[in-house]
Nanobody, 126 residues
Framework: QVHLVESGGGLVQTGGSLGLSCAASGLEFSRYWMAWFRQVPGKEREFVAAISRTTNDRYYADSVKGRFTISRENNNNTVNMNMSSLTSGDTAVYYC???????????????????WGQGTQVTVSP
């Protein structure tokens, strides 16, 4: 059984930094594209960042480019995301996701992802 467990969310002030982690189990981690999405109540879940299986190609939403960094550790089955210069617009529940068939053309599409974590709340205060 596949499990994705996010951690690291919390409350941070505007301009601050926060790191998220996602621990994966029950899957051959290195064969999956990994991504972070986020969702605000009343809005659709949106793509934040993705990383390819082993080549470490990284992709970002325009809204976070230059502020967020996604990385992965295949030997530890984890994917991380460092977030800096946070604003109130970054307040959301952040989800980790895994996609076996990921490609650069599909990795922004949440419908492509087979497995999801339960989410972790990030709140940026004024």
């Amino acid at each position: 059984q596949v499990h994705l467990v996010e951690s690291g969310g919390g409350l941070v002030q505007t301009g601050g930094s926060l790191g998220l982690s996602c621990a994966a189990s029950g899957l051959e981690f290195s064969r999956y594209w990994m991504a972070w999405f986020r969702q605000v109540p009343g809005k659709e879940r949106e793509f934040v960042a993705a990383i390819s299986r082993t080549t470490n190609d990284r992709y970002y939403a325009d809204s976070v480019k230059g502020r967020f960094t996604i990385s992965r550790e295949n030997n530890n089955n984890t994917v991380n995301m460092n977030m800096s210069s946070l604003t109130s617009g970054d307040t959301a529940v952040y989800y980790c996701a895994a996609d076996f068939n990921g490609t650069p053309l599909t990795m922004r599409d949440q419908n492509q992802y087979e497995y999801w974590g339960q989410g972790t709340q990030v709140t940026v205060s004024p």
